[in-house]
T-cell receptor, first 113, second 111 residues
Framework: AQTVTQSQPEMSVQEAETVTLSCTYD???????LFWYKQPPSRQMILVIR??????QNATENRFSVNFQKAAKSFSLKISDSQLGDAAMYFC??????????FGKGTKLTVNP | NAGVTQTPKFRVLKTGQSMTLLCAQD?????MYWYRQDPGMGLRLIHY???????AKGEVPDGYNVSRLKKQNFLLGLESAAPSQTSVYFC??????????FGPGTRLLVL
């Protein structure tokens, strides 16, 4: 079975500062993908970043980057230069060989001006 | 492209009523999915389809049925709604191995 755990129900950050959201996962598969999705108040699920497990290099998308520690089964998201528009629920997700995408319970990020 | 659209956006049902949620995508994606999202939870997979005419059960399939008669449409049916099915329902689509594109969600309230 695949599981995803987000241990921080809520986080807050000052505008322009950096924040890191934690995610740990468990899977018995060797080939898998990890994702971070953002869900703003509009409820739309938006893909932020993805990481293929076979790639050692951490994925980066503009102000968003990940710290992928495969041995520790850890996949944290770093948001640099936080903006008010970054305020949202963030979900970590794991997909193995099947088409089932497993989500964590989410972290609510508040950005303070 | 409209992407993934869902109909309706919001619906109120009485216990025991039936309804169908429609998902449509215009990206020619092979795979389509239905998820539900409950407070304090991530999204959980209800059913999915890897191609026209095929469906499979996900994590929480009980009480729901699905059909994929056309590649661009994926229908989610509730035959006899229960209060436990009050949730926000998301449809998604993708090509194999690619990330899912999600629809805007449907809020369902079962009284």
């Amino acid at each position: 079975a695949q599981t995803v755990t987000q241990s921080q129900p809520e986080m807050s950050v000052q505008e322009a500062e950096t924040v890191t959201l934690s995610c740990t996962y468990d899977t018995s598969e060797s080939d898998y993908y990890l994702f971070w999705y953002k869900q703003p108040p509009s409820r739309q699920m938006i893909l932020v970043i993805r990481q293929e497990a076979y790639k050692q290099q951490n994925a980066t998308e503009n102000r968003f980057s990940v710290n992928f520690q495969k041995a520790a089964k850890s996949f944290s998201l770093k948001i640099s230069d936080s903006q008010l528009g970054d305020a949202a629920m963030y979900f970590c997700a794991l997909r193995g060989g099947s088409e089932k995408l497993v989500f964590g319970k989410g972290t609510k990020l508040t950005v303070n001006p | 492209n409209a992407g993934v659209t869902q109909t309706p956006k919001f619906r109120v049902l009485k216990t025991g009523q039936s309804m169908t949620l429609l998902c449509a995508q215009d990206m020619n994606h092979e795979y389509m999915y239905w998820y539900r999202q409950d407070p304090g939870m991530g999204l959980r997979l209800i059913h999915y389809s890897v191609g026209e005419g095929t469906t499979a059960k996900g994590e929480v399939p009980d009480g729901y049925n699905v059909s994929r008669l056309k590649k661009q449409n994926f229908l989610l049916g509730l035959e006899s709604a229960a209060p436990s099915q009050t949730s926000v329902y998301f449809c998604a689509s993708s090509r194999p191995v690619e990330p899912r594109r999600f629809g805007p969600g449907t809020r369902l309230l079962v009284l």
